[in-house]
Every structure is written in structure tokens, then in C-alpha cells.
């Protein structure tokens, strides 16, 4: 009913930048926060940004000043600029959608992305 499609994972080196991009489609009335979270191997997953529908941005203390939410609510599409990367910054990345379905306007869903691989490494 709502699908997020995730691309611009691979593979940096340490001080690298790397985009990701996730597109929302479906049985969409609005979109409220849209953003993204991380989970590296044997940790929980974290809240990485997000960013409201009217552009406020929340952030992690752990990537402040080096990522940068935004997003394009004609395209209902959420980025995230990734710079001066760092080893601790590998995980899998899931997009996440709080939305209100066009089928149901009183409640909000909360949706999530298949998650997509960013390794820092040299």
C-alpha cells in the first residue's frame, strides 16, 4: 500500500561522502516526519535524521555538522548527504515514513525502507 524505495548505498573510504536518496509511493494523504535510522551489527538500531514535512531537521549527536537531512515533498523523497565519513558510521540504513494514508486520515503509520548498506572503510 506504501512502498519506500531506498538507492546510494556502497562503499567509502574514511572522509568520503555518499547520498542516499528514498522515494515514498502508495495510498499517501501526507507524509509527517521522514528520515532515517541505522543499525550497525550487534547494536540497536538508532535514530540517524529526520525531517518534518514543513523542513525542521532532528539529527543525532553523532553525525551532527557532517550529515544533512532534506527532503522534496512534490516527491515525497527524503535525502540524506553523507560527508566526512567515518569507520563508525557503517551500518545498514532504513529509510522511515510517518504517514497518513489517504484510506484512513485519523491515524499515522509508521513505514520503513528494506535498508540499504554503507561501509566506511579504506
Known amino acids: 500500500q506504501v512502498q519506500l524505495v531506498e538507492s546510494g548505498g556502497g562503499l567509502v573510504q574514511p572522509g568520503g561522502s555518499l547520498k542516499l536518496s528514498c522515494a515514498a509511493s502508495?495510498?499517501?494523504?501526507?507524509?509527517?516526519?521522514m528520515g532515517w535510522y541505522r543499525q550497525a551489527p550487534g547494536k540497536q538500531r538508532e535514530l540517524v535524521a529526520d525531517?518534518?514535512?514543513?523542513?525542521?531537521?532532528n539529527y543525532a549527536d553523532s553525525v551532527k555538522g557532517r550529515f544533512t537531512a532534506s527532503r522534496d515533498n512534490a516527491k515525497n523523497t527524503v535525502y540524506l548527504e553523507m560527508n566526512s565519513l567515518k569507520p563508525e558510521d557503517t551500518a545498514v540504513y532504513y529509510c522511515?515514513?510517518?504517514?497518513?494514508?489517504?484510506?484512513?486520515?485519523?491515524?499515522?503509520?509508521?513505514?520503513w525502507g528494506q535498508g540499504t548498506q554503507v561501509t566506511v572503510s579504506s
Open positions: 522511515n515514513a510517518r504517514v497518513v494514508r489517504s484510506d484512513y486520515k485519523f491515524t499515522e503509520y509508521s513505514y
Open positions: 502508495g495510498s499517501i494523504f501526507k507524509i509527517n516526519a
Open positions: 525531517v518534518s514535512s514543513g523542513g525542521t531537521t
